[in-house]
């Protein structure tokens, strides 16, 4: 496989952490590839600490303070849980930012019920893009292959743009639960700002862009009977691509919850948030060949998931 060209601007963007040693990988079942039995994870293995160094983490978090500026703030990447815990604030919270179906505070509580600090917030240098195949709309009825209606959404680097975001707080010991919830990304750790422009005291976690070759080797550990658990079952056998189009009913929920969060946030959803191709709209796609969406009602069982 072919790394992509967005996939290596990723890359010149963010400050990758180092990689776990191999000796201290112990192979998971596959129905999990998380545990709650220790405090360190990794995507598809259970990580045993040996002298592996995480500091430059810790020290890229703790060196925050009032005064940095979002321009000054590098994002790094999230690979174990003592990365999650090396941005959580001093009441042991870990900041997530909402995106998608998360800027809706309904969904993002159906989820994580005890969530605290629900607000909308600005992170610059990012867009949103449908540009990968969610297995769960397949699993609900609302994927449509026959269309290539069958995007969800992500975010990427991209120099210039801004986003309208929400950002909510949750326990650390809910971090699992949402490393497997969004297996398919890339984790970042960010500095959001104030809608009055006042940086963050504490990072947030980001779920942006990842590649198919690091979902197989890295999440997968090259299995291809995992990789078959959570895709292949569906014939999905390329996750991030440039040829798909949004799932109806999901960008029908997302549209309306931008919307509920008023009006800066929905023209920001419509006017930053684009196709695969990465030049179209989503107001221009909702005013051309993706009219008659936002009329549609979701199925009955799914109405509250998907009701914005």
């Known amino acids: 496989m072919?790394?992509?060209?967005?996939?290596?601007?990723?890359?010149?963007?963010?400050?990758l952490l180092p990689q776990i040693p191999s000796k201290s990988i112990i192979n998971?079942?596959?129905?999990?590839?998380?545990?709650?039995?220790?405090?360190?994870?990794?995507?598809?293995?259970?990580?045993v600490s040996t002298n592996f160094d995480r500091n430059q983490t810790i020290m890229a978090a703790s060196s925050l303070s009032s005064s940095?500026?979002?321009?000054?703030?590098?994002?790094?990447?999230?690979?174990?849980?003592?990365?999650?815990?090396?941005?959580?604030?001093?009441?042991?919270?870990?900041?997530?930012?909402?995106?998608?179906?998360?800027?809706?505070?309904?969904?993002?509580?159906?989820?994580?019920p005890d969530l605290a600090n629900f607000r909308?917030?600005?992170?610059?240098?990012?867009?949103?893009?449908?540009?990968?195949?969610?297995?769960?709309?397949?699993?609900?009825?609302?994927?449509?292959?026959?269309?290539?209606?069958?995007?969800?959404?992500?975010?990427?680097?991209?120099?210039?743009e801004e986003?309208?975001?929400?950002?909510?707080?949750?326990?650390?010991?809910e971090v699992p639960y949402f490393m497997e919830r969004e297996l398919e990304f890339r984790f970042l750790a960010v500095l959001p700002e104030t809608i009055k422009g006042t940086p963050f005291k504490n990072p947030a976690v980001l779920c942006t862009r990842y590649s198919d070759e690091e979902f197989f080797n890295v999440r997968c550990e090259g299995s291809k009977e995992v990789y078959h658990q959570h895709y292949g079952r569906y014939n999905i056998d390329k996750i991030w691509r440039d040829d798909v189009f949004p799932c109806r009913t999901y960008l029908r929920h997302c549209v309306l919850a931008a919307k509920n969060l008023g009006d800066a946030a929905y023209n920001n959803f419509l006017d930053h948030t684009y196709l695969a191709d990465r030049?179209?709209?989503?107001?221009?796609?909702?005013?051309?060949?993706?009219?008659?969406?936002?009329?549609?009602?979701p199925p009955e069982s799914l109405k509250t998931r998907y009701g914005g």
């Open 2 to 15: 072919t790394v992509s060209s967005s996939f290596l601007t990723l890359n010149s963007q963010i400050q």
């Open 28 to 47: 998971p079942t596959p129905k999990s590839i998380f545990s709650t039995s220790t405090t360190n994870f990794s995507f598809t293995h259970l990580v």
């Open 68 to 112: 940095i500026s979002t321009d000054q703030f590098k994002p790094f990447q999230l690979d174990v849980m003592s990365d999650f815990y090396a941005i959580s604030s001093p009441r042991g919270y870990v900041s997530i930012c909402g995106f998608g179906s998360l800027l809706s505070e309904r969904s993002a509580r159906s989820t994580f």
């Open 120 to 160: 909308i917030a600005r992170l610059k240098g990012f867009r949103r893009v449908f540009a990968h195949v969610a297995p769960i709309f397949f699993e609900r009825g609302i994927a449509k292959p026959e269309t290539k209606e069958i995007s969800s959404l992500s975010v990427e680097p991209c120099e210039g």
């Open 163 to 173: 986003l309208i975001v929400t950002v909510f707080q949750i326990q650390k010991s």
């Open 279 to 297: 030049q179209t709209t989503i107001r221009q796609y909702l005013a051309t060949a993706g009219a008659g969406i936002m009329e549609e009602e």
